[in-house]
């Protein structure tokens, strides 16, 4: 089945075939024409399925022609979690409405500036894209109504209520209409997730996409043993060094770890720059501005902060640190592998982080193959942390300099080091539990 299929206008397929997309991701596939019907929808999909569009693409339809009446108030919500991501959602709505010359959207952040965002609200938006503790603000102050919303989506629900937004959420649906529509997207509808779908729909028809395994189907997985901190600075520079990687996300557990290991590899000559919850939105996006048009090739950032994150060039991610959380694993390998495209997701692992590794595989069902690198190689103790009888067999193989662990059949002969592994990245770089990890500030209302 075809875009033109799904019941959307000219204009919008015009924008999708210009965007490069030519068939329905499933989430897409189900949800638009469900969306398009006008009941609520609960649907869970994982990320990188082509979600964003399965919301847009619907809403933007009812939209058309329709122009508001004067004076209206907004008539789209889309709740998300993280900045990044809400961003990325306001580009998708502008591209794909780009054939509505009236359209105009908000996008309503902390960590941007207020009165400009009271200046766009003054434009009277037909969307409005927010993290919630932002939104709350503007409602606080009585700079919007949310009277006229025609159309509720919570992107990522599963991740606001995980941050603590869940008094928040309630607010603001109690200022919406009672008739809205109402579409809620999380990785999962079970356990909190449900008892919020339950107080938010009416009816909602249930679509639930792919499950864990078909979800990372096209990203393949890698083990790197780590003898200490020392060696995983090795190992980083040999991984990123690598003839096929494009672009990578290298993933730390705190701020400051994902500044210094920046600036360790800008030292070694790699194009590199940090994102993370303590820098100033303008950077951010500057940021993710400079990813986009590949002038930077290595983001090192934290969860949080990467969190929506879609860039097509992203080759590889790499878990300098691996998550404490499986859930966020699968987040963060996420990045790459996205609407159908191959990715590689690298993961190292220090003399104290085999649980950590062992937690992930029993979440996901998946193995974790392990690699390595030769001249590189981890110390018999560090490469043999799994119960005795429960480890997989690999082969021994790979040429000099490159990556071993599947034979004479390896994937990885060709991604041989450009630079020589010596020297050192991530001084104290948030594996040996140094820092506090980033969370959002405020017992209360966090502000993403």
């Known amino acids: ?21 030519t068939v329905p991701t499933p989430v897409q596939l189900q949800a638009i024409p469900a969306a398009i019907a006008g009941g609520d929808l609960l649907v869970s999909s994982h990320t990188g399925s082509g979600k964003t569009a399965a919301f847009t693409l619907p809403t933007l339809q009812r939209l058309i022609g329709r122009r508001p009446a004067p004076g209206a108030g907004p008539r789209v919500l889309v709740l998300t979690p993280t900045r990044e991501l809400a961003l990325q959602v306001e580009k998708a709505v ?44 503007h409602l606080e102050r009585r700079k919007l109504k949310l009277s006229d919303i025609e159309v509720l989506i919570l992107d990522e ?24 529509q109402t579409l809620l997207f999380s990785a999962t509808l ?30 393949e997985q890698r083990l790197l043993y780590a003898d200490g901190l020392g060696h ?55 940021t993710l501005q400079q990813l986009r048009q590949g002038r930077i090739n290595v983001l090192v950032a934290t969860d949080v902060a990467a969190r929506g994150i879609d860039v ?56 974790i193959e392990v690699h390595t690198i030769e001249g590189l190689e981890p110390s018999p103790r560090a490469a043999n942390p799994r119960p005795a009888g ?7 193989g790979g040429k000099p300099g490159g990556f071993g662990g599947r034979g004479a059949n390896s994937p990885w002969p060709s991604e041989q080091p450009r630079r020589s592994s010596s020297g050192g990245f991530g001084r104290n770089a948030g594996g040996e539990g140094r820092f506090s990890s980033e969370r959002p500030q405020g017992a209360r209302r966090p502000r993403p």
């Open 232 to 286: 995983k600075n090795k190992l980083l520079e040999a991984v990123l060094g690598c003839t096929t990687l494009n672009q990578a996300v290298v993933f730390t557990s705190t701020k400051r770890g994902a500044e210094e290991i920046s600036l360790q590899l800008q030292e070694k000559g790699f194009a590199a720059a940090a994102l993370h919850g303590d820098m100033h939105q303008g950077a951010r996006n500057r």
């Open 157 to 180: 629900a599963d991740r606001m209520l995980d941050m603590g937004f869940l008094e928040d959420i309630e607010t603001i649906v109690r200022a919406t209409p009672a008739s809205r």
């Open 312 to 367: 097509a060039g992203i080759s590889h991610v790499v878990n300098f640190d691996p998550p404490r959380q499986a859930e966020d694993y699968v987040h963060r390998i996420g990045r790459t592998g996205r609407a159908g495209r191959t990715g590689i997701a690298i993961t190292l692992s220090g003399p104290r982080e085999t649980g950590i590794i062992r937690a992930i595989e029993r979440y996901t069902g998946d193995r």
């Open 1 to 21: 089945m075809t875009f033109d299929q799904l019941g959307l206008d000219a204009e919008l397929l015009k924008a999708i075939q210009s965007s490069g997309y």
């Open 190 to 219: 079970d356990g909190v997730v449900g008892n919020l779908a339950r107080q938010l729909t009416r009816d909602p028809q249930r679509i639930e996409i792919a499950g864990t395994d078909e979800s990372r189907g096209n990203i």
């Open 390 to 396: 429960n480890k997989p067999r690999f082969g021994s």
């Open 94 to 137: 502008n591209t794909y409405g780009r054939a509505l010359r009236w359209l105009n959207t908000a996008c309503l952040v902390g960590g941007a500036p207020f009165f400009a965002q009271v200046k766009q609200l003054a434009r009277n938006p037909d969307v409005i894209v927010a993290t919630p503790g932002r939104l709350i603000d």
